[in-house]
């Protein structure tokens, strides 16, 4: 084959899929699975998600309204933001995507931090954009100070998960009120806010960046985590009218699809099952972390629908992965940045304690 691949396309690690749930079934045979591994809604998901789902099936021949009108109707009369600052996109990686596709180019750089969502440092590479990542603090959050010390002429996005994925880790009101303050405003600050139902519950005193008031802070949601709607893939970012324009300019014609719209009009519609999730995740945690402590298993606080645990080495990890498969427990060795921790997502009660017994008695 003679066609040449871009050095920044052929640097990049393709992303490597397990084994599926089914290949895993059959070869450990299980009686029991907690699928704990991505941080999904192990509840489900909304029956009125469903049903205008199963409508929207009517009109498939149909392509999908290009600008999401109803949803952006809806998102806006629950966010209080106007239509014109929010686009919808194939989850809110997609957003993020289209976001570094829109705005950076030449010698732009994408700066972050290390021991965050795994997927942002292939985006900024893919788009051919440097990406500059600060470690951790001791306590595994975001050294807000550190990522300020490092900008640049060339700084043109910063990304903040708040929560942090893996870690769990928050960034306090004062601390990303702080930042935003002492951001030169031509640099464009993405704050990722995957789990914002979840950790809003949590924490009194969680940032909603959303009122935060910076024509250079943009705001990235999802439905997969809360919402319960991961497989048909549907997120969004809220932020200046300009930046959205420019984000909208560079996505797919139709997308989100048209079942992911009806999904996320149903979802929306729901705010029994957001409760029970969420009230569901305050009891997992609680769970986890008192039990977690009396097992005197290492973890950091977490703010989001998932717990960091760390143990000595990668080796142990491994080992404590292993055993935890054959018994049916599905859980995140965070190989590659953070090789000392497994990450386990909050379950249902019964896939809670499934994970809990089997680590004792590991
Ligand atoms: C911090 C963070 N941002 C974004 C996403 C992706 O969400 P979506 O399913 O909307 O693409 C995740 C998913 O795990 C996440 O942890």
Redesign the pocket.
Known sequence: MNIQIPDHISAIKRYQPGKTIPQLQEEFGWEKVAILW??ENTLGYSPKSKDAVVNAYDSINYYPDPISADLREKLSERIGRPTEQIVLGN????VLMLTIRALCSGDDEFLTSGGS?VIVYNWARINNVRCVSMPLTESYGFDLEAIKSRINRNTKIIYL?NVN?PTGTMITKAELGDFMQNVPDHILVIV?E?YFEFSESLHKDFPNSLEMDYPNLLT?R???KAYGI?GV?L?YAVGNEKIIESITKTKLTFEPTALAQAAGLGALDDTDFLKKTIENNKEGLKYFTSELSRLDVQFVPSYGNFIMTVWKDQQEVDKVFNELMKKGVLVRPLAGSLEHCIRISVGRPEENEHFIHSLESI
């Open positions: 991505n941080n989850g809110s990686e997609s969502f998960a994925n990722d995957a990235l999802t439905f997969s991961a893939r997120g």
